[in-house]
């Protein structure tokens, strides 16, 4: 059985489970509320019930006051929902809103999904997952070595599964001890998150979404908060590889399209006369320029008028000058233009 849950003063709706606390059906929708400990310890996620009925579904360390419990406060982290329900709740506004975390996080799971290219799983406890914005970036720190920023590739809806795409590059330690050293249930540090590419949740536009390479990790990041919050405008991804079949969650992708209405996809391949690997071509700025002016020329095919459209794009900087300059040719307003340009290996 589900219950219908309406925010105050926001609005926002979603559905909640009889089986699932309010907290964590929030933020399988999307929803972005304060909490910390996630288990009835901090008080970091009260809110306060206007109407409706809940279940406190497990015992806690944090006690409201006799006036609090009279007035309807509650912990989100530890209620269900028994009716259709109003609470009056702080939201994350953006950004400024998200604390920086420190939080030791477990190895589950290492997926080699190409032989240059590894999706990391980890896992925070269930007492700190992690809160973020789809889009952001975290330091990772493993072993001894200095620490890697890399984007979230995860939906903050699921905030204890963090997942990480690592392109293998010689030479380089990190991505070296990744591929070859490190082991299921290491302990990996987590720091964050840091970053303002984040989804603009209050735009109501058809969205273009263009990733280069592994820089698909922030994107499909915000598609699945997209997802997550069933936004209605229209979604495309044009997801450009240097190298035929490097587009290594193809399958995600198509599965998208063939489950949303209104999401599109498009895979290009870059004009790889060279014969360099990718990481090799995401290091030659001539490559990687070549390659995003080719995206942009398939993109202005489909969308002449980019003007009202919101653009998220991720791309090494060194390769973006083209493509964004096309892509403003075509109308597109420099406010609606989302860029994530961190290196990425």
């Known amino acids: 059985m589900s219950f219908r849950v309406r925010l105050l003063p926001s609005g926002k709706e979603f559905t909640a489970e ?5 907290l964590e059906a929030a933020l399988r929708s999307g ?8 288990n009835g310890s901090c008080g970091g996620c009260g809110g306060r019930i206007k109407s409706g009925q809940v279940r406190e579904s497990q015992q806690h360390d944090f006690h409201f006051s006799d006036t609090q419990k009279a007035q309807g406060h509650v912990l989100l982290c530890v209620i269900t929902a028994q009716s259709d329900l109003e609470i009056e709740v702080k939201e994350a506004g953006g950004i400024e809103d998200i604390p920086l975390q420190l939080i030791p996080t477990k190895v589950e ?3 080699r999904v190409q032989d240059d290219t590894l999706i990391l799983h980890l896992r925070t406890p269930r007492s700190q997952t992690l809160r973020f914005l789809a889009g952001q970036h975290l330091s990772l720190a493993i072993a001894d070595m200095p ?3 890399k984007s979230l590739a995860s939906c903050p809806c699921n905030a204890m599964h963090l997942q990480f795409h690592i392109r293998r590059v010689p030479g380089d330690s990190f991505s070296e001890y990744v591929f070859n050293q490190l082991k299921i249930s290491q302990t990996v540090m987590v720091e964050g998150p840091w970053g303002n590419f984040s989804l603009d949740e209050n735009s109501n536009r058809p969205i273009i979404f263009v ?3 592994t820089g698909f990790a922030s994107i499909k990041s915000i598609i699945e908060h997209a997802i997550a919050l069933e936004l209605e405008q229209p979604l495309h991804l044009y997801w450009m590889a240097h190298r035929p079949g490097n587009h290594y969650l193809n399958n995600l992708c198509r599965s998208w399209l063939d489950a949303l209405d209104n999401f599109s996809y498009t895979a290009l391949t870059g004009n790889d006369l060279s014969g360099e690997s990718s990481w090799e071509a995401s290091a030659d700025p001539a490559v990687g320029l070549r390659d995003m002016e080719a995206a942009g020329t398939a993109i202005v095919a489909d969308h002449p008028d980019l003007a009202g459209f919101d653009v998220y794009l991720t791309a090494p900087e060194s390769s973006t000058e083209g493509i964004v300059g096309l892509l403003q040719r075509h109308g597109l307003p420099k406010g609606q233009l ?4 961190m290196r990425r290996f």
Do not use: G
């Open 18 to 22: 009889k089986n699932e606390t309010v």
């Open 31 to 38: 929803i972005a509320l304060n909490y910390n400990c996630n």
């Open 338 to 341: 989302h860029l994530d340009v």
């Open 109 to 111: 799971l290492m997926e």
């Open 211 to 213: 990733a280069y390479e």
């Open 147 to 149: 620490p890697r920023s």
